[in-house]
C-alpha cells in the first residue's frame, strides 16, 4: 500500500490542524484492516508515535498529545485523519501516517512496526 500526505501546514499555539493522509491500495485488504498510525519527528529527535488506530477501531495516544488529539478513518475514501486541536509549539514536527498489516497490539507507536509510510508533511505551530 502506498500512502500520500497531501500537506500539514501551519498553526499558532492553541490552534487547530487536520492532516490527511490518503492510501491507494495494491492489495485484497482494504486500509480499515491495517493497523494505521501517525508518528512525528522532530529535528535532532527520533521519531516518535503520536496515535494509533486498530482494526476494531481501538484507538492509542501519546500522553503528550491524550485529549488534543483525535485519529480517525473514512474507509469510503480509504483515507487516514489526525485532528489535532490546543497545538502548542512542542508539536512542531514533521508528520508520518504509517500503516502496518496486522494488528497495533502493544507496540503501535513504535516506528519500528511499520511496513509502509508516508512521505512526511511539516507541522508548525509558532506565534
Known amino acids: 500500500v502506498e500512502l500520500a500526505e497531501p500537506g500539514g501546514g501551519s498553526a499558532q499555539p492553541g490552534g487547530p490542524l487536520r492532516l490527511s493522509c490518503m492510501a491507494a491500495?495494491?492489495?485484497?485488504?482494504?486500509?480499515?484492516?491495517?493497523?494505521t498510525a501517525w508518528l512525528r519527528q522532530a529535528p535532532g529527535q527520533e521519531r516518535e508515535g503520536v496515535a494509533t488506530r486498530d482494526r476494531d477501531n481501538t484507538t492509542n495516544y501519546a500522553d503528550s498529545v491524550k485529549g488534543r488529539f483525535t485519529i480517525s478513518i473514512d474507509n469510503t475514501k480509504d483515507t487516514l485523519y489526525l485532528q489535532m486541536n490546543n497545538l502548542k509549539p512542542d508539536d512542531t514536527a514533521m508528520y508520518y501516517c504509517?500503516?502496518?498489516?496486522?494488528?497495533?497490539?502493544?507496540?503501535?507507536?513504535?516506528?519500528?512496526?511499520?511496513?509502509?509510510w508516508g512521505q512526511g508533511t511539516q507541522v508548525t505551530v509558532s506565534s
Open positions: 491500495r495494491y492489495t485484497s485488504y482494504s486500509f480499515g484492516y491495517y493497523c
Open positions: 504509517a500503516a502496518y498489516l496486522g494488528r497495533c497490539g502493544g507496540s503501535g507507536l513504535l516506528a519500528a512496526t511499520y511496513q509502509y
